[in-house]
C-alpha cells in the first residue's frame, strides 16, 4: 500500500490529538442501561474504552485469530486460548502479559471470553506503549500496525507481516461473525492505509521452489529431518487447529517440533510452503517417511473455515504433488491425520467433505486406507499363533508395528518376532502375555488408536475401526463400511450390554477404554 507523506500524518495525528482534547472536556454521553449490551460485543467495547485501543482492531485481531469462538478453552496447536488467542509456549507468553496487565488469573484469562478479550485489549496496549505510541497515534487504527504485527508472536519480521496484514484486511473487507448466544460481532469496511514501520521492508516472502504458486517461509531447521528415508507415496491433510500465519509461525518456533510441508488459508486458498517436499516434515508419526503433509487453517469443530478457495486451492496442490511424485489419486494415498496409523489426532475431522475434495483432486473419492497397508477388513478374525499364516496375519503384523510392537516384515508368516511382539502388545494392554492373538487380544489391537465419540452418522476410519474391533469381540460379522447406522448401533449395545456398561449405542471413552483393553 502507498504510505502518507509524513507532513499529513503529524497534521492528522495533531488533529485527532484535539479530538481527543475535545472529548475529554465534552459533556459525557449518556451511560448504557446495565444488561443492554450482549454479553460479547459489551466486552470488546469495554476492553477497548479501558485499555484505548480501538474496537474495531480488537475484534479484527480476535477474528483473524479465532473466527470469535473460544473453542471452550481448548488450546490451539500454538497453545493459545479464547477468542484473542493468548498463548502460552516457551517462545511466545501473551497469557502471562495479559495476566500481568489485567490483575487477572491465568485460568480466567483462558476460559472466560470476557476475561479473554480484555487480556488481548491489555496485550496490544502494552505493546503500543513498549513502542512509545502517543495517545493521538492510539486514535490511530493505521498506527497500531507494528503493535498487531508484534501480537502475532512471528520469529521473523516476513511473517509478522503476513499475520498483521490478514489482520488490516479484515479491516478493510469487514466483519460479520454470528457468536456464542446468539450475538453478532460486526466490523463495518473501512478504507485503510496500514503504518508498517519496520515491517515495510520485510516482504514479500520468497516464492516456493516445489510449487510456484506457494509462498516460502522455511520452518525451524529443529523442527523437521533433512531427507527422507522412503520415496513420496502420499498426502496427508490436517488441520491447523488455529490461524494460518500463527501456524507457520509456530513452524518457526524452535520449541514446537513439529512442522509440515504446506499451509493453507481459509479466506483465499493462499499457500504457503514451511518444509522442501524432499525433507521429512514432522507431522504424521509414523507417516512422516513416506508422505507429503499439507496444513488447512481452522478448527476442526467449525467447518465456516472449509472454504470453498481452500478446497479448490488445497486440490490443486494435491493434484500437482501426485502427478509429480506418482501417488495414485484415491483415498488409500491421500488420507485425513486420523486414518495415519499410531496417531492420535482426528483431523481433519467430520466437517472435511472427502467427496468434494477428491472430485477436485480428480481421483476416486473411495474408502481411506494406508499406503502399503494390508487389508484389515474380516467377516472374523479367528485364532492366530505361531505357524499360522494368510492374510490375517499380515494385518495383525501391520498393526503392531504400527503401534510400535517390532512383529519384523508384513510377510503374513507367524514365527518368532511376531510372537515376541505379540507378548509386548498384550503386557501393554495388561492381557495375558501367551504370544496368541485371540478374541480379547484381536479386540484391543482392532481398536487401538484415536477415541473421538462416535453414534449414529458418524462416518470414516474410526468407525471402520470400531466396526472391526466388535466383529471380534462379539464373534460376529459386523459390517465394516465405516458408516455407523442401525447395525453398527446395535452392535456396540450388544457389547455394552456384555461388558456391564450402559447400552446406549453411543461410543464414548468408556466404551473405547473397554475395547481398547480387550474386553
Not at 293 to 314: I, N
Not at 428 to 453: E, F, K, N, Q
Not at 492 to 500: F, I, K, L
Not at 501 to 517: H, N
Request: with cysteine.
Amino acid at each position: 500500500m502507498i504510505r502518507r507523506p509524513v507532513l499529513s500524518r503529524r497534521l492528522r495525528v495533531a488533529a485527532l490529538s484535539c479530538a481527543a482534547l475535545a472529548a475529554l472536556v465534552a459533556p459525557t454521553a449518556p451511560a448504557v442501561a446495565a444488561g443492554a449490551a450482549e454479553p460479547v460485543n459489551a466486552a470488546f467495547h469495554e476492553a477497548a474504552e479501558e485499555y484505548g485501543v480501538p474496537r474495531d482492531l480488537l475484534v479484527a485481531v480476535g477474528y483473524g485469530e479465532s473466527r470469535l469462538d473460544g473453542h471452550d478453552g481448548q488450546p490451539s496447536q500454538a497453545r493459545g486460548y479464547g477468542v484473542m488467542h493468548l498463548v502460552d509456549n516457551p517462545e511466545h507468553r501473551t497469557l502471562d502479559t495479559a495476566a500481568e496487565e489485567t490483575g487477572l488469573p491465568e485460568a480466567r484469562l483462558r476460559q472466560d471470553t470476557a476475561a479473554n478479550i480484555r487480556g488481548g485489549a491489555a496485550v496490544l496496549r502494552h505493546y503500543a506503549d513498549t513502542l512509545g505510541l502517543s495517545p493521538g497515534e492510539r486514535a490511530d487504527l493505521d498506527a497500531w500496525y507494528p503493535a498487531v504485527a508484534r501480537y502475532g508472536g512471528a520469529a521473523e519480521d516476513a511473517t509478522a507481516r503476513l499475520y498483521a496484514d490478514a489482520v488490516y484486511e479484515l479491516l478493510r473487507d469487514g466483519v460479520r461473525a454470528p457468536v456464542e448466544g446468539g450475538e453478532t460481532v460486526e466490523v463495518a469496511p473501512r478504507a485503510v492505509a496500514p503504518e508498517r514501520g519496520r515491517y515495510a521492508d520485510a516482504g514479500p516472502v520468497a516464492l516456493s521452489q516445489d510449487y510456484p504458486p506457494a509462498r516460502w517461509v522455511p520452518a525451524h531447521s529443529g523442527n523437521y529431518s533433512t531427507g527422507r528415508t522412503q520415496p513420496i507415496s502420499a498426502v496427508v491433510i490436517h488441520v491447523t487447529q488455529g490461524s494460518y500465519a500463527g501456524s507457520i509461525s509456530w513452524f518457526q518456533n524452535p520449541a514446537s517440533r513439529v512442522s509440515a510441508h504446506y499451509v493453507i488459508r481459509s479466506s483465499d486458498g493462499e499457500v504457503t510452503q514451511t518444509v522442501r517436499d524432499a525433507d521429512t516434515a514432522w507431522h504424521a508419526r509414523s507417516g512422516n517417511a513416506y508422505s507429503v503433509g499439507l496444513e488447512h487453517e481452522g478448527w476442526v469443530d467449525d467447518p465456516a473455515w472449509f472454504t470453498d478457495a481452500m478446497y479448490r486451492s488445497s486440490a490443486a496442490l494435491t493434484r500437482h504433488l501426485a502427478d509429480r511424485y506418482d501417488i495414485p489419486k484415491d483415498r488409500e494415498h491421500i488420507v485425513g491425520h486420523v486414518e495415519v496409523p499410531g496417531n492420535d489426532h482426528t483431523d481433519p475431522g467430520p466437517n472435511w467433505d472427502w467427496d468434494r475434495y477428491m472430485e477436485l483432486v480428480g481421483g476416486d473419492p473411495g474408502e481411506p486406507g494406508e499406503p502399503g497397508a494390508p487389508g484389515l477388513d474380516f467377516p472374523s478374525y479367528g485364532t492366530q499363533r505361531e505357524g499360522s499364516t494368510g492374510p490375517r496375519v499380515a494385518a495383525a503384523q501391520y498393526l503392531l508395528n504400527a503401534r510400535g510392537h517390532d512383529a519384523g516384515e508384513t510377510d503374513g508368516v507367524f514365527g518368532p518376532a511376531t510372537a515376541a511382539a505379540v507378548r509386548s502388545f498384550q503386557t501393554s494392554r495388561g492381557l495375558t502375555a501367551d504370544g496368541v492373538i485371540g478374541a480379547r487380544t484381536w479386540t484391543a489391537l482392532l481398536s487401538a488408536g484415536s477415541t473421538v465419540s462416535l453414534g449414529q452418522g458418524s462416518t470414516g476410519e474410526p468407525v471402520s475401526r470400531l466396526q472391526r474391533a466388535l466383529t471380534a469381540a462379539l464373534g460376529r460379522t459386523v459390517a465394516i463400511d465405516g458408516i455407523f447406522g442401525p447395525d453398527t448401533a446395535t452392535a456396540v449395545r450388544a457389547y455394552q450390554s456384555a461388558r456391564g456398561l450402559t447400552a446406549d449405542g453411543l461410543v464414548g471413552p468408556r466404551t473405547w477404554a473397554a475395547l481398547q483393553a480387550g474386553r
